[in-house]
Nanobody
């Protein structure tokens, strides 16, 4: 199973930016599917962005145009650049990977958008 460790969360004002990182214990270049999910209090976990090994990416409508997912395979790291943050983006953000049919999750990192 791939071990995933997220970092980069914190408190930011509306309109601000944060970059989340997710470092994998295995070579990210070999991982077909990596994604970012988030879970707000009282809500279900939702997928907000994913990245395939072939370079394909996609986003939930709620973050499209504001968030960008990317990989640095030299560092085995997945990133989520979050711009124009809104209070509705407040949630715990989780990194996910699917490798050889095994799902792995990070421990989550809190993002709070508030003035």
């Amino acid at each position: 199973q791939v071990q995933l460790v997220e970092s980069g969360g914190g408190l930011v004002q509306p309109g601000g930016s944060l970059r989340l990182s997710c470092t994998a214990s295995s070579s990210s270049a070999s991982i077909h599917f990596m994604a970012w999910y988030r879970q707000a209090p009282g809500k279900q976990r939702e997928r907000i962005a994913y990245s395939l090994r072939d370079g394909t990416t996609d986003y939930a409508d709620s973050v499209k145009g504001r968030f960008a997912i990317s990989r640095d395979d030299a560092k085995n790291t997945l990133y989520l650049q979050m711009d124009s943050l809104e209070p509705e983006d407040t949630a715990v953000y989780y990194c996910n990977s699917v490798h050889s049919a095994v799902y792995s999750w990070g421990q989550g990192t809190q993002v709070t958008v508030s003035s």
